[in-house]
């Protein structure tokens, strides 16, 4: 007896791996951009990676469609990305690192209020 052939529906897959990972996605997100409020910097800082990271998904699909023949070109560009990537992630945890502005900025009031001393005492 002969079974027929499992298909797979690649739709049926991915679309609970979408459900899963779209609401930490978005509170990812969210805790990125009121960390770069708080530093006085918009959120479209992060706006630059996603584009690099964009281009650089762009550019591995290309090179695995078009196999072993891509060359070095298509290397050389992945490297760049890929550097380009990592320094933006450095710039963003040192931007994440850095100390809140005191008193209110252009995104609002101050969460920790005028005198940050009272918080943590």
């Known amino acids: 007896m002969s079974r ?9 897959a991915t679309a609970p791996a979408l459900a899963r990972t779209r609401r930490p996605t978005a509170s990812f997100l969210a805790v990125q951009f ?6 006085d910097r918009s959120g479209w800082w992060l706006g630059g990676f996603w584009l ?13 469609g078009a ?20 320094g933006y992630s450095i710039l963003l945890l ?5 100390a809140g502005t005191r ?3 252009r995104f609002g ?7 940050i001393e009272e918080v943590f005492a």
Request: proline fraction near 5%.
């Open 4 to 12: 027929a052939p499992v298909r797979f529906n690649r739709t049926a």
């Open 109 to 115: 009031e101050d969460p920790y209020g005028a005198d």
């Open 52 to 64: 690099v990271y964009v281009l650089y998904m762009v550019v591995l699909m290309a090179a695995a």
């Open 67 to 86: 196999g072993s023949t891509s060359g070095i070109a298509g290397a050389g560009i992945m490297l760049v990305l890929a550097l380009a990537m990592f």
């Open 103 to 105: 008193g209110p900025n």
């Open 94 to 98: 040192v931007f994440f690192c850095l």
């Open 34 to 39: 009121r960390r770069l409020h708080d530093t």
